[in-house]
């Protein structure tokens, strides 16, 4: 049987991904007709909206009745269907072999390549990047780039909003960009020319971010936007958690720019200088671009604006991160000295998902061999010699992509050309170690993954050079100087003949590989994404596509071969592995990777922020060129779950259910299903909720808080704390409302369920929570009021309180008149900005009444102007 009479069925979502993002699409949906596959919009949702392929089965002028492949039918208008020209993967294998080997100087040249590059398309065995798949031979103006970096915006609105025009035009068609706001002046930094103060770098990133949320890239996904700063940046604090403003930067991925200084000086508790240079400067307009090193260098002036810990900063990037998972961090000093690039062209900011740091005007084009395809079951080994062909061959389709794509922007076309990056990555690898029953981040799975990614990084390699013997080298290529970068004297020590090859013939581009997170692509093809274990073998996909069920193939399969009986322990998935799992089999793979990773930390709700930090300098320790961590729910919506969110609707509605009933008293049909003791995890856990008694007895603890005084009560239920009450700040204040909250909050916490561990577990999750300051010393800081809480309860447990110890002054029992007078005498003997609110414009804990109006000590916000 040929290759061309293999087909490939694709079914459910994979079917749906196929024609959505891929397959060629007819611009004129009018051609529709009885008996074309569609897909047809089921749910119009601006966010969430849902597509089912079917079959058109009756149409009447422009109205449609489309037959969903689940049997249910649709009325729909024609003009709102996706109709495609491709139908099946082997369609969409035939054009891109041809549209990459029309560049071939010759047609006999043509006719090889063109069968070489279908025979490693042909079966998944590489899956082009999509912007490839969705656009070579198919349109002359969606850009074969994934990857792209512009320029730092110049410190102008012009500069500004031709930045917008140029992201604005490289998104609409198709392609995904980073952009680094460094060189944007500081918020409240002086602008002679409207005789004003500037907004500051933050608050552009809003207006790329709220740009990038309208730009629907060929009708089936959003633009993509990775927003960066520099740790020397004086707005680097807001920057970090401006995501916890809701609606400041909703579309678009943060990453923090660190320095190998920087890290030394969180390592030893040094003060850090955030500095902007001088806009006075002659010629500052035409001249900074955003590089502080070079500026420097030059001789030119910089303006201190304050100084800091650093161990400020990285505890608000680590806070952040573990509350939300953002910002990432790049380690972007050490990402330039392993550079290939780094003596001509540095890297100044990556693409949206991090895999990829570019230059100012640098692209990339991706691709991913799928690793799941090269298993040979004889010898129970990779398929190392097939891996290899492929390899040559994949290296030289995406050369292939830098002559055949379009270019927008003609500076592009130069800075590619000059250096021709593309990036090989890979898919289905956690496929193929349960193939090879190697469990992913063992010690084992290690030395597999070092001796795996550094044998394609060789084929790559070579295969570069022999391109470049027949094609001529990358234009910028000065072999001596390419040798020295951080990357090529670690390939040229193992792989000498890579660094001979190179002297001999040239190479033909200066970076090769890439590991992208394939999350759409690997989806399709049914495998493992990028270098990501499964994230689950069975699991909910929310996407543009709607909500899918998802099984994997291998486990299920392995399932239904053995009845009755437990996968095995090398079938592993994300969250069956420690954070510390994660990021040293990443570190193993970017040993090999010249360019960067796509890889998140996976870790469970109940990691730390500790635990955070000890991941976050671990992977620097261990030479990743970045870091991101996804704690299990810490985002109100995961594109994958692991279970569906109309059951958890349901079970929520019962738990609710349960809650009015045992706090009036009554007993419900609801309230029987969840409330009696079960089994979790072999052992019996009470979940009845803890009414609570007439009187409770306990002790109130006064610890000063960044806000002030907090008198924090702590009642006792049978010898276990079950209630807290805080009063901190004035009555009416922002501080007092959230206090209130939080302790209304932990007390239902505490009188749910198994409670003898809960106070513990509390203690976990609020120790160390910072806010915007600090008060204190050493064992006596705090950070915030949740870290008081957490405190006074520690100071509570390791207290003996007996059943005969005297009755301490109870929130619930004693008087408000004589607690505000307590705490308001107290208050006489303090700064009058002890007791402070949040200011609506910054955030910071500064808001204080001064001349009867609130105003802002931080940021000089007043209320009353």
Not at 192 to 215: E, H, P
Not at 316 to 328: H, L
Not at 651 to 666: I, M, N, V, Y
Not at 694 to 699: H, S
Request: proline share 4%; charged share 25%; glycine share 8%.
């Amino acid at each position: 049987m040929s290759m061309n009479e293999r087909k490939q069925k694709l079914e459910g979502l994979s079917e749906k991904i196929f024609l959505d993002r891929y397959a060629w699409k007819d611009a004129d949906s009018s051609h529709a007709k009885v008996g074309d596959v569609v897909l047809v919009l089921t749910k119009d949702d601006p966010k969430f909206p849902t597509k089912e392929v079917g079959e058109i089965v009756n149409r009447d002028g422009n109205k449609v009745t489309v037959k969903t492949r689940r049997g249910e039918l649709v009325e729909s208008d024609v003009e709102r269907l996706t109709l495609n020209i491709e139908k099946t993967p082997e369609e969409m294998w035939d054009r891109l072999a041809g549209a990459m080997a029309s560049v071939e100087e010759t047609p006999e040249l043509q006719e090889e390549w063109r069968e070489k590059f279908r025979s490693v398309l042909d079966d998944w065995k590489l899956v082009p990047g999509g912007r490839i798949a969705a656009g070579a031979g198919a349109s002359d103006e969606l850009t074969l780039f994934n990857c792209y970096v512009i320029p730092s915006p110049k410190d102008s609105r012009g500069g500004i909003m031709a930045t917008l025009s140029e992201m604005t035009e490289i998104m609409a068609r198709g392609g995904g960009v980073g952009i680094n706001l460094s060189s944007l002046r500081p918020r409240r930094a002086i602008v002679k020319g409207v005789n004003g103060s500037s907004s500051g770098a933050v608050s552009w990133g809003g207006l790329f971010s709220y740009t990038t949320g309208l730009i629907e890239q060929g009708g089936s996904r959003r633009g993509a936007l990775m927003l960066m700063i520099n740790d020397w940046h004086p707005d680097v604090l807001d920057f970090i958690t401006v995501k916890q403003t809701m609606g400041q930067v909703t579309n678009a991925n943060l990453s923090v720019c660190v320095s190998n200084d920087f890290m030394k000086a969180v390592k030893e508790d040094l003060d850090w200088e955030l500095v902007f240079p001088d806009t006075n400067e002659p010629n500052y307009d035409e001249i900074w671009d955003g590089d502080l090193d070079k500026w420097k260098k030059e001789g030119r002036a910089v303006i201190h604006y304050r100084t800091v810990k650093a161990r400020e900063i990285w505890h608000t990037i680590i806070e952040s991160a573990w509350k939300s998972a953002e910002p990432g961090v790049v380690f972007m000093e050490y990402y330039n000295q392993m550079s290939n690039s780094w003596y001509f062209n540095p890297i100044i900011c990556t693409n949206p998902c991090g895999e990829q740091g570019l230059p100012a005007w640098g692209v990339c084009n991706l691709s991913a061999i799928n690793l799941s395809k090269f298993y040979d079951e004889d010898k129970q080994d990779v398929a190392w010699d097939d891996l290899a062909l492929t390899t040559h061959y994949s290296v030289r389709f995406l050369d292939n992509v830098i002559a055949k794509t379009p270019y927008h922007f003609e500076e592009n076309e130069k800075n590619q050309k000059n250096e021709r990056r593309v990036g090989l990555g890979t898919m289905g690898l956690a496929e193929l170690m349960i193939k090879l029953k190697v469990r992913y981040g063992s010690p084992e799975s290690l030395e597999f993954l070092d001796k795996l990614y550094g044998f394609i990084a060789r084929e790559a390699y070579l295969a570069s050079t022999e391109i470049a013997k027949e094609k001529g080298s990358f234009q910028a290529l000065d072999a001596e100087l390419y040798l020295q970068s951080g990357f090529m004297k670690n390939m040229t020590e193992v792989y000498p003949e890579v660094g001979a090859a190179i002297r001999e013939n040239g190479i033909r581009n200066v970076t090769i590989i890439t590991q992208a997170p394939t999350g759409s692509t690997g989806t399709m093809v049914g495998t493992s994404t990028g270098i990501e274990p499964y994230f689950a073998f069975k699991y909910f996909r929310q996407s543009r596509l709607g909500f899918d069920e998802q099984f994997v193939p291998i486990a299920q399969n392995w399932l239904d071969a053995h009845p009755g009986e437990q996968l095995p322990d090398y079938f592993v998935t994300a969250m069956d592995l420690s954070a510390e799992d994660h990021i040293r089999a990443q570190a193993a793979i970017q040993r090999w990777v010249d360019s960067s990773i796509s890889k998140t930390a996976n870790c469970p709700s109940d990691f730390t922020v500790e635990d955070t930090k000890r991941l976050y300098e671990l992977a620097f320790d261990l030479g990743c060129k970045g870091v991101t961590i996804y704690r299990d729910g810490s985002r109100d919506v995961q594109v994958l779950q692991t279970e569906n969110k109309e059951d958890k609707k349901q079970d929520e509605k019962q738990t609710a259910a349960a809650d009015e009933a045992a706090s009036t008293g009554e007993t419900s049909v609801a309230t029987q299903s969840i409330a009696p003791a079960g089994v979790s995890g072999g052992k019996v856990v009470d979940n009845q909720y803890k009414r609570r008694p007439q009187v409770l007895r306990g002790a109130t603890y006064k610890i000063n808080t960044p806000f002030g005084m907090a008198y924090i009560t702590i009642n006792d239920l049978n010898g276990i704390p079950s209630e807290i009450f805080l009063n901190v700040g004035k009555a009416g204040s922002d501080v007092f409302a959230m206090a209130e909250a939080l302790g209304r909050v932990c007390s239902l916490f505490l009188r749910y369920g198994d409670h003898g561990q809960k106070a513990e577990l509390l203690i976990k999750h609020l120790k160390g929570i910072g806010g915007s300051g600090a008060i204190g010393f050493g064992p006596n800081r705090v950070e915030s009021i949740a870290d008081a809480v957490a405190k006074a309860l520690e100071i509570h447990l390791q207290s003996d309180f007996g059943d005969d110890h005297d009755p301490a002054p109870v929130a619930a029992t004693l008087a408000q008149e004589t607690a505000d007078h307590d705490i308001a005498a107290d208050n006489r003997y303090r700064d009058p900005e002890a007791s402070r609110d949040l200011c609506p414009s910054c955030g910071s804990a500064t808001l204080i009444n001064i001349e009867g109006c609130k105003t802002c000590g931080n940021c000089g916000y007043s209320k009353c102007s």
